[in-house]
């Protein structure tokens, strides 16, 4: 571990920098965590922070370490619990998954905010984290055991846990949006496409028709220098993430003044919002494309990615910004009206009865967040969803019997 365990001068323990650095982050994400604002924070100077923790990496190492031990005893008592509980059917096991994420996103709430982060992250890097990889398959197993009872579903699980997580940390205090996470996960326990629980599909859809937040694509658009704005800000925040999204470096990337900026989009979070529309509106221009290209599925493609970085990245946002949870909710919603039951083969799932409207919210938002995971990890998209889902089949022939 990188962490220096060294005598410390001035009483500035290693707990103290972390916790420090994970307020940080939870405010303003990674970006936040550089080694001057974090001293000045602590009332140290700079050489007391890198005595203890070393460079900007080994920091970050530290401080996901720390999490993710914070995490685990927060698995573990949920575990025990479930161990005193023993063998549950579905829609217990989604009680169950449903209390813990509404906790792990309250109560956890900057180690859920540091796990998307460098999520996020390594997903725009070359690179790989040991330490977040490790965090991701202690995750994975955990969601998997409780919400199926099987580790072997433990991509699934995983994608499906981080992406609810990041819109539930914005959305989480609003009852509706309570009530439809909770249906959702009791889909999902129950195998996602039940041909038994109509009544749940239609609240579920009732609840999802509510998230329309009746947002203007960038696409429609009137104005051509709006649209080239828009467009720059999209470039800006699939490429580099949505800190480098300012009326400065927009303005660069479109080759306007700053002030032109301003007079178009105001305050940041409109012309964040923007950005993000544009690539919503890349992806639906290119639908009928990917399709006929790839087949359907989840394909190799850079539209898909651009938009599963651009739905996590706003989900998040929107946690620090509440003017950017309608626009949240409402690519949450997209997302799922563009599933159809076609888009399944590919995948190896043979869904028989029960994909509607429901199902396709659900899967959205399980393969969006395998998908922001697998960018992360440098895993072969393709390959990502085929093993996950192969062991989803295998689940749900042996809980169908």
Known sequence: MPVNRSPRPLGLSVDAIIDEALDRIATGGLAELTLRPLATGLGVSVPVISTRMGSKEQLIEGVTLA?????????????????????????????????ALREWVARERRQVILLIELVHDRALRPDRLPALEHWLDDAGRFWAELLFG?????????????????????????????????????????????????????RIASLIGLLDAAVPLAA?????????????????????????????????AAGVPASTIVYHFGARPALVAAGLHAVIARFHDRRSDIRADHGGGPPNDTSIRDLIKATSMIALASAREPSLLPHALDMRRRRGENWRASDLAP???????????????????????????????????????????????????????
């Open 67 to 99: 999490a993710h031990a914070s995490d685990l005893a927060f698995f573990g008592r949920w575990r025990a619990l479930a161990d005193e509980l023993g063998a549950m059917d579905a829609d217990t096991r989604a009680r169950m998954a449903e209390l």
């Open 347 to 401: 995948m190896g799932i043979g869904i028989g009865a029960g994909f509607d409207r429901a199902a396709a919210q659900v899967l959205s938002i399980a393969v969006f967040g395998m998908g922001m995971i697998g960018m992360a990890r440098k895993l072969p998209d393709r390959v990502h969803y085929m093993r996950a889902f192969a062991a989803f089949e295998a689940w749900r022939t042996r809980s169908l019997r």
């Open 220 to 252: 429609e658009e009137a104005d051509a220098k709006r649209q080239r704005i828009a467009a720059s800000a999209a470039d800006l925040i699939v490429s580099q993430g949505m800190d480098s999204v300012t009326h400065r470096s927009v303005a660069l």
């Open 150 to 202: 099987d580790a072997a579903l433990a991509d699934l699980a995983l994608g499906y846990a981080l992406d609810e997580a990041g819109f539930s940390l914005g959305a989480g205090d609003s009852p509706r949006y309570a009530l439809l996470r909770a249906l959702c996960l009791r889909r999902f326990a129950n195998g996602i496409f039940p041909g038994d629980d109509a009544g749940d599909g239609d």
